[in-house]
C-alpha cells in the first residue's frame, strides 16, 4: 500500500517550526506541551530569527532560552521516571543564564549539543503547500512533578504537561489545549503521528546519508544545524560519524546515497595528522568500491578528497575569509541534478570563505566548473 505521508526531497527554506518532545509509557504516546502566556498548553513554537543561518538554529536558540537549558536532552534525563537521582540539584545540571546574547549563545556548548542531538535523533516532517518545518524527538518518559518542582525552586518560568494526540485533538481534554495546536494537525500531520510517533511503525527508508566529521572540530554543530534544516526528510536516514573514533563499515558503505566530509580546523595535506592515511583509505574505498555511494566535500573535505584522488592541497600564503563571485561553466547549470533545483542560471555565484588551504592540482578524472 502506497503511503499517503508528503515527502519533500528539494532544497527548502523553512521560515517557521513546531517542536515535540514525546514519551511512551504503557504502550501510548505522549507529547510534551508547554504552558503559555493564557494558561493553555501548545508545542513548543518559532520562528526563523534573521540572524539565524538556518531554522534548527532558531529552535535551539528558542528551546535554550525559554528554559536556560533545561529542555535539552542532556538535562532531562535527570528527571526520567528511570532516573537513578531522587533529587536534581541545579549543580548537576547544565543550564544557561536567561536571554544570551547573541555571540555567547551560539558558543554555547549546550546550545551547540542540543543541535547536533537534535540532528540525530528528530523525526523530520514537513508539508508540501507552507513553509513549517516540523520536529518529533523521543525522550524517556519525565516525571513532571520533580520537573516542574525544579523550575519553581530554582525560578525557571516553564510549566510542562503531557498529552496524549487523542486529548491534543478533544474539545473535552483535562489539559487545555491551545486552539492553535488542535488547527495545526490537518488530517496528514495526524496520520503522519498516528502511523510513526503514536504508532510504532518504522519509517520506510529510502535514501542513507553518512557524514564523517573530524571529532576536534569546533564547528561540527553548525554543519548538523544546516543539514538538519534545509536536507533531512522524511524517509531519509541520516548518521554522524566522528573520525577517526567512528567510520562506516563495509556493510553501511554498500547502502549508503552519499557520503560527505565537511570543514575542519586541520590542513588536509598535514602528513603528520596520525589518522590522515585512514581518511584517504576510506575515501578511496568509497570511489573506487561503492560507486551508487556519491561524495561531496565542502572546504577540508574537497581539499582531503582531491589529496585521496591523486589531486594536491597546498597551504596559502594567507587566509581568506569573506565573500567573493565565482564564474561557472554553462556545463554546470546543464547537470540533471542542478536543473532539479530549479536555480536561476547566473554568470556567477557569491561564496563565503574562510580557509587557509586551497586545491593547487585538481585529481584527473575531476572536472572544474568554476
Keep these: 500500500m502506497e503511503e499517503n505521508?508528503?515527502?519533500?526531497?528539494?532544497?527548502?527554506?523553512?521560515?517557521?517550526?513546531h517542536f515535540f518532545y514525546y514519551s511512551r509509557k504503557n504502550d501510548q504516546t505522549f507529547f510534551l506541551l508547554r504552558q503559555k502566556k493564557n494558561?493553555?498548553?501548545?508545542?513548543?513554537?518559532?520562528?526563523?530569527?534573521?540572524?539565524?543561518?538556518?531554522?534548527?538554529?532558531?529552535?535551539?536558540?528558542?528551546?535554550?532560552?525559554?528554559?536556560?537549558?533545561?529542555l535539552t536532552q542532556h538535562n532531562l534525563q535527570f528527571f526520567s521516571e528511570e532516573s537513578d537521582y531522587p533529587e536534581v540539584r541545579k549543580d548537576?545540571?547544565?543550564?544557561?543564564?536567561?536571554?544570551?546574547?547573541?555571540?555567547?549563545?551560539?558558543?554555547c556548548k549546550l546550545f551547540q549539543k542540543f543541535i547536533e542531538d537534535t540532528f540525530e535523533t528528530m523525526k523530520p516532517y514537513q508539508e508540501s503547500d507552507n513553509n513549517d518545518a516540523y520536529y518529533f524527538v523521543e525522550i524517556p518518559y519525565l516525571d513532571l512533578q520533580k520537573l516542574n518542582n525544579f523550575c519553581l525552586t530554582y525560578s525557571i518560568?516553564?510549566?510542562?504537561k503531557?498529552?496524549?494526540?487523542?486529548?491534543?485533538?478533544?474539545?473535552?481534554?483535562?489539559?487545555?489545549?491551545?486552539?492553535?495546536?488542535?488547527?495545526?494537525?490537518?488530517?496528514?500531520?495526524?496520520?503522519?503521528t498516528e502511523k510513526y510517533i503514536s504508532g510504532i511503525e518504522p519509517i520506510?527508508?529510502?535514501?542513507?546519508?553518512?557524514?564523517?566529521?573530524?571529532?576536534?572540530?569546533?564547528?561540527?554543530?553548525?554543519?548538523?544545524?544546516?543539514?538538519?534544516?534545509?536536507?533531512?526528510?522524511?524517509?531519509?536516514?541520516?548518521?554522524?560519524?566522528?573520525?577517526?573514533?567512528?567510520?562506516?563499515?563495509?556493510?553501511?558503505?554498500s547502502q549508503l546515497n552519499g557520503l560527505l566530509i565537511p570543514g575542519a580546523t586541520v590542513c588536509a595535506a598535514d602528513k603528520s595528522l596520525v589518522w590522515r592515511d585512514k581518511l584517504l583509505t576510506l575515501i578511496r574505498t568509497v570511489y573506487q568500491d561503492y560507486p551508487s555511494c556519491k561524495i561531496l566535500g565542502t572546504c577540508f573535505g574537497i581539499q582531503i578528497i582531491?589529496?585521496?584522488?591523486?589531486?594536491?592541497?597546498?597551504?596559502?600564503?594567507?587566509?581568506?575569509?569573506?565573500?567573493?563571485?565565482?564564474?561557472?561553466r554553462k556545463q554546470f547549470w546543464d547537470l540533471s541534478y542542478i536543473k532539479e533545483l530549479n536555480l536561476e542560471n547566473k554568470e556567477g555565484l557569491i561564496v563565503s570563505k574562510s580557509h587557509f588551504d586551497a586545491v593547487t592540482e585538481a585529481p584527473e578524472m575531476a572536472t572544474v566548473y568554476g
Excluded at 522524511?234 to 577517526?244: A, I, T
Excluded at 584522488?309 to 561557472?328: D, F, P, Q, T, W
Design 92 to 107: 548537576m545540571l547544565q543550564l544557561c543564564r536567561p536571554r544570551q546574547q547573541i555571540p555567547s549563545l551560539l558558543n
Design 39 to 70: 494558561g493553555q498548553f501548545a508545542e513548543i513554537r518559532g520562528h526563523l530569527e534573521p540572524y539565524d543561518p538556518a531554522i534548527l538554529f532558531s529552535v535551539g536558540r528558542k528551546i535554550v532560552e525559554s528554559s536556560c537549558g533545561l
Design 5 to 17: 505521508i508528503p515527502v519533500i526531497s528539494q532544497f527548502k527554506l523553512f521560515e517557521r517550526f
Design 162 to 192: 503531557y498529552a496524549s494526540l487523542e486529548e491534543i485533538l478533544s474539545c473535552d481534554s483535562s489539559v487545555p489545549i491551545h486552539d492553535s495546536l488542535q488547527t495545526l494537525f490537518t488530517p496528514e500531520l495526524i496520520s503522519y
Design 306 to 328: 582531491s589529496e585521496a584522488l591523486n589531486g594536491r592541497c597546498e597551504r596559502m600564503k594567507e587566509a581568506v575569509r569573506g565573500s567573493s563571485k565565482i564564474a561557472i
Design 204 to 253: 520506510p527508508v529510502n535514501s542513507r546519508y553518512a557524514i564523517v566529521c573530524i571529532m576536534t572540530t569546533p564547528t561540527n554543530y553548525r554543519t548538523m544545524g544546516l543539514l538538519g534544516s534545509y536536507y533531512k526528510k522524511h524517509g531519509e536516514q541520516w548518521k554522524l560519524y566522528r573520525f577517526p573514533v567512528e567510520e562506516p563499515t563495509r556493510e553501511e558503505l
Design 157 to 160: 518560568k516553564l510549566n510542562l
